[in-house]
């Protein structure tokens, strides 16, 4: 299994910008997909998240500026951000997730980092 993100770079404030994670050798259907963040010195934290379902749920600051969505054709899942502000400068990590007995299983690219700067 093989996650890799893309789209990362510098983007001014107020600006849009869309980040992608590719897939291969997963099937979407059975897991969760989340999209995390994470400043240096500071813990990983839960940005976007959508279900086996399709049910999303949003880290109270993105609510309204940020879009998850997935592209089970294309074996993608991508991460739409608008109105971004410094604080959202942050690398970001692709996440699959999945109930599995007896070890729970999770997949993680390797990060990339969005700087939001004028």
């Known amino acids: 299994v093989r996650l890799v993100e893309s789209g990362g770079g510098l983007v001014q404030p107020g600006g849009s910008h869309r980040l992608s994670c590719a897939a291969s050798d997963i099937s979407f259907s059975f897991y969760d997909l989340t999209w995390f963040r994470q400043v240096t010195g500071k813990e990983r934290e839960l940005v976007a998240t959508?279900?086996?379902?399709?049910?999303?749920k949003y880290e109270n600051s993105v609510k309204g500026r940020f879009t998850i969505s997935r592209d089970v054709a294309k074996d993608t899942v991508s991460l739409e951000m608008k109105s971004l502000k410094p604080e959202d400068t942050a690398v970001y990590y692709c996440?699959?997730?999945?109930?599995?007995?007896?070890?729970?299983?999770?997949?993680w690219g390797k990060g990339i980092q969005v700087t939001v700067s004028s």
């Open positions: 996440n699959f997730f999945r109930y599995f007995y007896p070890v729970n299983l999770t997949y």
């Open positions: 959508m279900t086996r379902g399709g049910d999303t």
